[in-house]
């Protein structure tokens, strides 16, 4: 075979771009591997082809692409080198610290780590030069290889964005003040509480953690306001409840260290700071922070039960919960005691009727005010109410118990240090912080009762309240049937009586016990794990109903359908305004203004349905009036499938926004068919002619029982098709025909065949129709092939003829026109890419980008539609709100239905 005339010469270098090309934009030098009659093979010295091309050269009709697998192993290596590259060289600072604790740790191995450490860690008792040198020291390899996991990581993205300069001198500055400020709070405490001294002088500062928090809050002082908020709420309230409970002298340094560099950033970069204030600061933010707390401190005490490690002033906090606070020992040596007599009974009792039954019924009220701050988040007033009373009772019931063992072992000098008094007989921790705490609790709580005004629904909680009392007294029956058949008791009375008082006892916080000695089932174990047991369901009631209540809401200036519909019309709600009302939704009606706003409230989230029912200068008043209500209620405002003047509102908020998608639009005035862009609407008009397809206009209740027969047939089968339910919210289906307001065109043939279905909305603006929306759209398989087509054009010229305005064909959900932007810019472009992922991903599903192309065919105007939320950080929870809103019955069996169907298309 000779080689084509024209054909390059092995290794010729054959093209080499001036410039980058969209279509390969990594490639950059070819040079011929194999040449025949038919085809070239190439070689690519540098990055690599990202799309097939035809060849132009001589009689060579393709390139053939040398894609061994080493090869391109070898490219991806070479291209995941120089970005690595690239990032290690925006971190030198973070960069040379890695390699000084990899140095020091290999020197320390070699000479002896043990008879280093003392000269290189910091803590009470060391040489004054530690605090300068504990940043290099780790204690074992495993987290000496974590550190520089964190510098080459965080580190390395911190020092990015603050700059080197600024990186070394703020973290060298928080770390070591710090550590010196650290050791002089050590001192101290060892002065206040030698105990808790004594462990800390054992402890030892090291580590690369403490520098990076340092820098990190320093430079969230550059973050947007209400970011900088959250970060700064998040970190310290973990770090405080880590020093609570733990106390140890690692989180006191780093609980340093972050308050440092805090005050440096703000220091340095005070001017050029975020103080932009959200429209949703307010409420919402202190109801955050007084649920961390309590939470903070529930979890705190949980951790606390099991860890001996903690030794914070509130670990005390695990004597609250009487069961796991003593142990056999202890018990012994007071029932050793005439005196302790009292003290004895109680704590045996405890011990009798402990097990895992016992265990969990002591954690019973830490898991329900877990319940009542996830409450108290929300903004709910019976979680405010549930708090303040068990935190009362918790420190009455501690209260009580301290002066009751005071009084008994005054004079008892060998046991007064186990029972938790010091030499001099007065209490330490473990009884002043069990009293303390949630005296603190109550008064945090009650000097914010005016954020905590969201309300249940009318009834729901005396509804819950006899649920609760059922299920407490068929528990108590239960009970007294299983105990008397086991009971080992003279009679039945006293049976009966000795079961229902240790009953009703173990219903109160488990601290109560210390307090009074229930009689026991004589010599009937099964009796005793009985009464472990059976307070749980009361206890498991009580916190689901109280969940299950946080979930509703008594929503204030609540309208009924029928009156927001009397707004609809009267104002001006938008080209897509009638789909707000559909059935399903809630409606909320302005205090000041003759204005509307339709919106789920499912998720913890006020998701507007579309643009407000409003007059334009009235838009912003209600807007903001609307945010209100949202955070009032505890739930997060989000402006869902709204247009331009919404956001420009939303815009002076400083919000996020995102189109979601586009909605087209055409302008009658305007409309002619004419022109080789309509060539497709006039054929289609024309076929319709020939043959023998009319359109017929009619409403639900006035459609022939043949023809709605077969809408709903045609439906069936279109949404039989789809791997998912059919989607609602703003998509309208059969049900939604069911409207006198709404108009439905048919295409029929001379068999009364339909072909196609479409429906029209009214669009209202100041009390009269001034056009028509788009919304269900069904053709009849192997029908008229251009049903759509005609009868959109039919509608089209109708509404032309009776003098409308605007005829809107909808929007496409996660589809953007092509050239059309979004022009006033966007605050969350990487949602934007994972948006336009989402709706490539979905369009063999649902073909939204689809149908928003077959509009085009229209000419039309496009009209970006948007979201519209406080912040990024809120979109997660936004987003699930969305998904509910459109697929509320979706099961885990679709969802592997879609992911099937995805995978195949």
Known sequence: MGKPEGSPKRSQLIWRPSGKRKSCSFLRRIRIQHYSKDQVRVRFTSGELTRRKRNTMGDAPQIAYDSSTPRRVRMRLAHDSRAFARWMAGGPVSVFLSLLLLTIFIVSVSIGRESLEPYIAAGVGHSWWTVFTAISWSHNAIEMVIDIALLLSVGIWIERAMGSGWFILIGAISYWFGAFLTVLIAEGIDSIDPAWGDLLEQQEIVGIAAFLIGVGSAAAVKLPALWRRRVRTMVVSILLVMLAFAGTLGTIFTLVTALLGTVFGIIVWHKSRDRAASVMAGPQQGRGLVAIVVAGIVIGTLISLRSPEMIGALSSMKYTVASDAISPDIVDQMCAVETLSAQCAHYSYLLRGGGAGARLLALMPLVTQLVLAWGLRGGRLAAWWGTVILQSLTAVVALVHMAMIWGEVRNWEEGSEILGFNELGLPTARFIVPVVVPLVLLIIVCAKRSLFTVRAGSGTYEKAGRTLGVITALTLLVSLIIGVS????????????????????????????????????????????????????????????????????????SISRAEYIEIVRSTNAGSMGWITTWEGNNYWKSSHYEAAIAYRSDGGVALTVSDPAVRTEELADVLEEFVGFAVGQGLIPAFYSVHGPVVAVTDTWRWSRLQVAEETLLVL???????????????????????????????????????????????????????????????????????????????????????????????????????????????????????????????????????????????????????????????AQILDQVLDVL??????????????????????????????????????????????AYLPSLTLKDTITLGTSLRQK
């Open 486 to 557: 086991i009971g080992a008791t003279k009679t039945f009375l006293s049976t009966v009586w000795i079961l229902t008082t240790d009953f009703l006892i173990r219903l109160l916080p488990s601290s109560v016990l210390s307090l009074v000695t229930p009689q026991m089932v004589e010599e009937s174990e099964g009796a005793i794990v009985l009464m472990s047991w059976a307070p749980l369901v009361p206890w498991a009631a009580l916190i689901v109903l109280l969940w299950r209540s946080f979930r509703r809401r008594d929503l204030p200036n």
């Open 669 to 827: 005035n305007e409309l002619e068919f004419k022109g080789k862009k309509f060539q497709d609407i006039r054929t289609a008009l024309n076929r319709a002619r020939k043959e023998g397809i009319s359109t017929h206009w009619t409403t639900f209740a006035e459609c022939k029982p043949a023809y709605m027969a077969q809408i709903k047939q045609i439906s069936a089968e279109w949404v039989s098709d789809k791997p998912l339910p059919e989607m609602g919210f703003t998509l309208g289906g059969v049900a939604e025909l069911d409207d006198p307001d709404t108009r439905i065109l048919l295409a029929i043939d001379d068999a009364d065949t339909v072909h196609g279905i479409t429906s029209w909305m009214p669009i209202y603006e100041d009390g009269r129709i001034t056009g028509w929306t788009l919304d269900f759209m069904r053709r009849l398989g192997g029908g008229f092939r251009p049903v759509m087509e005609y009868l959109i054009a039919s509608a089209a010229l109708w509404a032309k003829e009776n003098n409308y305005e605007i005829l809107s064909l909808s929007g496409a959900p996660l589809a953007r026109a092509k050239g059309v932007e979004d022009e006033a810019g966007s605050s």
């Open 839 to 884: 709706g490539k991903t979905l369009e063999p599903v649902y073909g939204f980008r689809s149908l928003l192309n077959f509009k085009s065919k229209f000419n039309p105007e496009y009209a970006p539609i948007y979201l519209a939320v406080p912040s990024i950080v809120e979109l997660p929870t936004v987003g699930l709100a969305i998904a509910h």
